[in-house]
């Protein structure tokens, strides 16, 4: 990787025949030149030996934690607003380690909760308005909201608060526990990577 | 505010294309007409930028050319409303409003309503939407004090503040304008220049890629002189564009640090 200097909207690195344009680049089709497209940091990365395109990409990554956006394929951190019978809302705090600037809203439909019998799934049974989920963006859904999945082992409820008020404790995928009562309530719950 | 100026507050005149004295004819009167702050005709005000002015918005950036003095919020990428339909790039949203004590006679704001839409417009061409799917960008600016060619220094401020908030563009955007007052053209009018103008012609450009965003002409122009002021406009941008540059790049390091 080569030296950093700061570039700007605009700012031509370099022709498209030279290099290739990474994030916070873009190529100009009529005169084939790479110029930034945000203000930050310029990096040059060497392309690995072995491909077939031998030219260095260009990336420039911007000096703010540019509040994030959900993408398709993107693991988020929701808060469940409301359960429905066939899915469930979410808002969207967290995109990856960068916190939203202002939430997004999400939907957790009743196929998405999980990767086995998704017919037989209750929302009800799976999340309760307040639990914090970590969940992953399907695709940009609708005008109103992502879609999100919870259907793999670590994705699902991380921390939830029982009927009693007490943070609760994960048992199984399945179940939580209170720890003021003992009482054990089912949640679809996150596998903790350990 | 104004206590320590920024990177490069030079003033940014471009090199006048017909190089010879011009004859004094002002309609009806023998005596050319005298700036008001003893500029040259050819000579545009000293530029100040600032960014990062706003600490609650994405972006921000203030900017004070003279006697004007515009500060520009940028919010987003923000959810749209859920009224509006879904769209797979994004949507810019502009305002432009005026506080009472802008003008020199207080009172509602004037009557610049359509400066939002020629905000849009002018930005439109600049963002890149694809990148922010569905969601809005909003873009707010309010001017403090309206002393002549408000709308440029919006332009090239919502510029600045939407490179602030880390928003993709294909360039920044730099916008100068010019009033033609008899036979004469003076390059960024200030409010009693334009009071007096026959014609203004404004440009916003990308100055890197020299492409015109938004050219907005009013009053009758000849071919040559239109001519003539186009090509002050393209090159006092450029010169406006390394100081919008060098202002970015300034607060960018200080926050490295």
Redesign the interface.
Known sequence: MRQEE?V?????LGKATEVKAGK?T?V?KHNGFV?A?????LRTVSPPPESPDQRPTVEVT???A??A?PEPGSVVIARITKVMARMASADIMCVGPKSV?????GTIRQQDVRATEIDKVDMHLSFRPGDIVRALVLS?G???AYFLSTAKNELGVVSAESAAGGTMVPISWMEMQCPLTGQIEQRKVAKNES | MAAKPGAASTTYSPIDPTNKTRPSIFTGSDVDWLRPDSRAFQQCRPAFFRTGAVNSAAGSAYAEFGNTKVIVSVFGPRESKKAMMYSDIGRLNCNVSYTTFAAPVRGQGSDHKEFSSMLHKALEGVIIVETFPKTTVDVFALVLESGGSDLPVVVSCASLALADAGIMMYDLVASVSVSCLGKNLLIDPVLEEESYQDGSLMIACMPSRYEVTQLTVTGEWSTSKFNEAMQLCLDASAKLGEIMRSCLKEAASATQE
């Open positions: 700061m700007t909207p605009g700012e031509v916070g873009y100009a110029y497209s945000l203000t930050g940091l911007g000096h703010k540019h509040g956006v600037r202002e939430k997004f809203t940009l609708d005008a109103r």
